[in-house]
């Protein structure tokens, strides 16, 4: 019988490419899941992000919340994250209601709002 040997190299390559295959998978399906946060956690209710498609629902304009296009452009991933959890707060105003669901549907969020960029 004869053996065939594959350089180390080789399989070292070929691990190495799907790792990052599958970092890149877990990463866009993370920030997919953002959108669902946002809407799982009514943040529709008073923010649109014109970016994604997405417009508030209220047609109150005293509730209406700001669009977070770009949100990530002006503030830090961690900020946000304090911020709707009511941990942090924007020139003395505190988030109307904090966020609820779980840390990693907090992360998938925030990740998601980060790619929402201003056209220009």
Known sequence: MRQILIPTFAVATT?????ALL??????????DGEAVFNQEQC????????AGVVAKTKSEKLKGPDLTGVGERYEAEWIGKY????ADKNGKSHTKPFKGSDE????????LLEQKAEG
Not at 23 to 32: D, K, L, Y
Request: proline content about 0%; hydrophobic content about 45%; aromatic content about 8%.
């Open 15 to 19: 691990i190495i490419f799907f790792a």
């Open 23 to 32: 970092g890149a998978a877990s990463t866009s399906s993370n920030t997919r």
């Open 44 to 51: 529709v209710l008073c923010h649109s992000v014109s970016s």
């Open 84 to 87: 709707v959890k009511k941990e």
């Open 105 to 112: 549907e907090l992360q998938a969020l925030v990740d998601w």
